[in-house]
């Protein structure tokens, strides 16, 4: 698959104890996307639920099972738009248990479930951390990975899925607003830049907006080219906003960054095994 497609971001604002609003709104937002052309949508970190839970019994009242009516509203908007959704749900898991979860759903109805594994501050209380690689799913479109929000600050995962085969990777994302420097670039954005140029791949990181018990976000979502060059997106906004690019997802597969150099062919991994 060498053409060309129209991908999408929409930076949305979830809101805790509203459900059928965040529904509402996700579809509304896959709708939208699919109108101005996207072959395929992210949507942010748990997107159907809000993020700021106060403990594990709150989010096991808001999460969702993988049969749930919100995701099978997710999956008949793919087909009937035929477009791809990458969106975050908390999962409901036996036992009371809850996983921070996304979800992949192609036009056809295949599912991909991921969850998440690298878990941030407060998450380590609330939720159970996935113990799979991020999968890479071979599309309509081209080879898309999946990871969430602090997954990708470690570089490792986001090599695993380069070494997967992935041209694509979505992000849902909830990146909380710290204190910075206004004239600069939010470091998360400058983190997932970083993972598209040294592996050579299209990231696509979607942030969301709107308080949340006290917490602002970046709402820096950002569309990403496989040299780690902003397509769209990468500034701050704290409104709801609908972001798109044109890729070529095979480009993705040529990793030379010189007439001698190879992103994944000069790996040294005889030289790392000490470090890991």
């Given amino acids: 698959m060498n053409g060309t497609y129209r991908v999408a971001c929409q930076q949305l604002a979830p809101q805790l104890g509203q459900p059928r609003l965040n529904l509402e709104r996700s579809l509304a937002a896959i709708r939208d996307a699919a109108l101005a052309g996207a072959r395929l949508v992210v949507l942010p970190e748990l997107a159907l639920s809000g993020y700021l839970f106060r403990d594990r019994q709150e989010a096991h009242d808001h999460a969702e099972t993988r049969d749930s009516p919100a995701l099978a509203a997710w999956a008949a908007h793919a087909r009937t738009h035929q477009v791809i959704v990458v969106g975050g749900f908390c999962e409901r898991l036996a036992g009371g248990a809850v996983a ?3 979800v992949l759903i192609e036009p056809c109805g295949r599912r ?3 969850r998440k594994a690298h878990l941030w501050d407060g998450e380590t209380r609330i939720f159970t951390p996935g113990d799979q690689p991020p999968p890479v799913v071979n599309t309509a ?7 969430i929000c602090y997954d990708l ?9 380069a070494l997967g085969g992935a041209q694509l990777l979505c992000a ?3 990146w909380p607003l710290g204190p910075s420097l206004p004239a600069q670039r939010p470091a998360e ?6 993972n598209a140029s040294v592996n050579r791949l299209f990231v696509l990181a979607c942030d969301r907006c709107g ?5 602002q976000w970046v709402g820096g979502t950002a569309l990403l080219d496989a040299d780690g060059h902003l397509l769209a997106g990468g500034d701050r906004s704290q409104h709801t906003r609908l972001l798109l690019a044109d890729i070529t997802p095979a480009e993705a597969d040529d990793k030379r960054i010189s007439t ?3 992103v994944l062919e000069d790996r040294r991994p005889d030289l790392y095994r000490g470090l890991l």
Wanted: charged share 20%; hydrophobic share 45%; proline share 5%.
């Fill in 100 to 102: 921070n979860a996304c």
């Fill in 260 to 262: 001698y150099n190879h």
């Fill in 172 to 174: 849902p994302v909830n």
């Fill in 211 to 215: 308080e949340e018990r006290g917490t």
């Fill in 189 to 194: 954005v400058i983190r997932a830049q970083a």
């Fill in 141 to 147: 479109i081209g080879k898309v990975a999946m990871m």
């Fill in 153 to 161: 600050e470690f570089p490792e995962w986001v090599r695993l899925a």
């Fill in 112 to 114: 991909t479930f991921y």
